[in-house]
């Protein structure tokens, strides 16, 4: 379950943050209310108001990709119903 709670025609989804997003805030969740039938890129759109004025975070929002337990998923996807949701920043290794 993504945490999330429906009211009216909205729902409330806390999306679990990893890597370099932990260094934005002290909580490694972030909460965010978007209308019932929302897509990903409206998440995106949501943290980015929710980082606005921090030009780092809203660089690493950019070049970071959602997923769920099972799959990472496209902008366009529908939010999943009853899977956690992350936002996966992006890595370098060899």
């Given at each position: 379950?993504?945490d999330a709670t429906a009211?009216?025609?909205?729902?409330?989804?806390?999306?679990?943050l990893?890597g370099?997003f932990?260094?934005?805030?002290?909580?490694?969740?972030?909460?965010?209310?978007?209308?019932?039938?929302a897509?990903?890129?409206?998440?995106?759109?949501?943290?980015?108001?929710h980082?606005?004025?921090?030009?780092?975070?809203?660089?690493?929002?950019?070049?970071?990709?959602?997923?769920?337990?099972?799959?990472?998923?496209?902008?366009?996807?529908?939010?999943?119903?009853?899977?956690?949701?992350?936002?996966?920043?992006?890595?370098?290794?060899?």
């Amino acid at each position: 379950m993504n945490d999330a709670t429906a009211t009216d025609n909205n729902v409330t989804i806390s999306i679990r943050l990893f890597g370099a997003f932990r260094q934005f805030g002290d909580d490694s969740t972030v909460t965010v209310t978007l209308p019932g039938n929302a897509q990903v890129r409206d998440v995106r759109e949501a943290l980015k108001a929710h980082y606005a004025g921090d030009d780092n975070a809203l660089a690493l929002l950019k070049a970071s990709a959602f997923a769920t337990d099972q799959a990472v998923l496209d902008d366009d996807d529908s939010l999943p119903e009853g899977e956690p949701l992350s936002i996966l920043p992006p890595v370098c290794g060899g």
